[in-house]
């Protein structure tokens, strides 16, 4: 397993699928074309960006490297790493045919190739213990999620992160889980909790 703290930036759930079995660490979807229009997103990326910097993963076809080029135009600030996988030609098992440049994307590599690919990316792999990640059920037990004032709950967390407003609960918790640790994010909402009891 590979420890990275940059978040790693991937087109679609099946490539994050198969990352996660090689990478233990934030992986983020674009869902392909979406993140063009997708600014909660964008904003997401420029703050890793500039906190520990983000790893892109596209795949190696026309559209991947759109993707690739986009979010490198639209995140000024911070630090960007680029992981390239090879021209492969092939069909990923779950489709009825070849892609439109009939090489494989990222669903489709195998894991050593992967890791290779992000050896070269120039990024440091973190040989320390695993991440203690936030849960769903975390944000349930912690009212954020299941409740009549979740919403607002959010909405502080969201606020005191500096994070976009619209953020639904999967992307926030997407989102926590990039930028700390459960028991940083506990802390959070201690201190959050607190606040709000000294204003009463």
Same mark, same amino acid.
């Given at each position: 397993?590979?420890?990275?703290?940059?978040?790693?930036?991937?087109? $679609?759930?099946?490539?994050?699928?198969?990352?996660?079995?090689?990478?233990?660490? %934030?992986?983020?979807? &674009?869902? $392909?074309?979406?993140i063009?229009?997708?600014?909660?997103?964008?904003?997401? +990326?420029?703050?890793?960006?500039?906190?520990? $910097?983000? +790893?892109? +993963? &596209?795949?190696?076809?026309?559209?991947?490297?759109?993707?690739?080029?986009?979010?490198?135009?639209?995140?000024?600030?911070?630090?960007?790493?680029?992981?390239?996988?090879?021209?492969?030609?092939?069909? *990923? #098992?779950?489709?009825?045919? %070849?892609?439109? *440049?009939? &090489?494989?994307? /990222?669903?489709?590599?195998?894991?050593?190739?992967?890791? #290779?690919?992000?050896?070269?990316?120039?990024?440091?792999?973190? *040989?320390?213990?695993?991440?203690? %990640?936030? &849960?769903?059920m975390?944000?349930?037990?912690?009212?954020?999620?299941?409740?009549?004032?979740?919403?607002?709950?959010?909405? #502080? /967390?969201?606020?005191?992160?500096?994070? %976009?407003r619209?953020?639904?609960?999967?992307?926030?918790?997407?989102?926590?889980?990039?930028?700390?640790?459960?028991?940083?994010?506990?802390?959070?909402?201690?201190? +959050?909790d607190?606040?709000?009891?000294?204003?009463?």
């Amino acid at each position: 397993m590979i420890h990275l703290r940059q978040a790693v930036v991937v087109e $679609g759930k099946y490539d994050k699928i198969r990352l996660s079995a090689l990478v233990d660490g %934030p992986i983020l979807v &674009t869902n $392909g074309f979406r993140i063009f229009k997708n600014r909660e997103q964008m904003a997401l +990326l420029r703050r890793l960006a500039r906190q520990d $910097g983000i +790893l892109i +993963l &596209t795949d190696s076809d026309a559209a991947g490297f759109k993707i690739r080029n986009y979010i490198k135009s639209a995140v000024p600030d911070g630090k960007i790493y680029h992981a390239y996988i090879p021209e492969i030609l092939g069909k *990923e #098992a779950r489709k009825d045919r %070849p892609s439109k *440049e009939g &090489t494989l994307g /990222v669903e489709g590599m195998q894991l050593q190739v992967l890791a #290779a690919a992000l050896q070269k990316s120039g990024v440091l792999f973190d *040989e320390g213990p695993k991440k203690d %990640p936030v &849960t769903r059920m975390d944000f349930y037990e912690n009212g954020l999620s299941g409740g009549p004032d979740s919403s607002q709950k959010r909405l #502080a /967390v969201l606020q005191k992160l500096g994070l %976009p407003r619209y953020l639904s609960a999967a992307a926030l918790l997407e989102a926590v889980n990039a930028l700390m640790n459960r028991e940083e994010f506990l802390r959070l909402l201690d201190g +959050l909790d607190r606040f709000r009891q000294d204003d009463v």
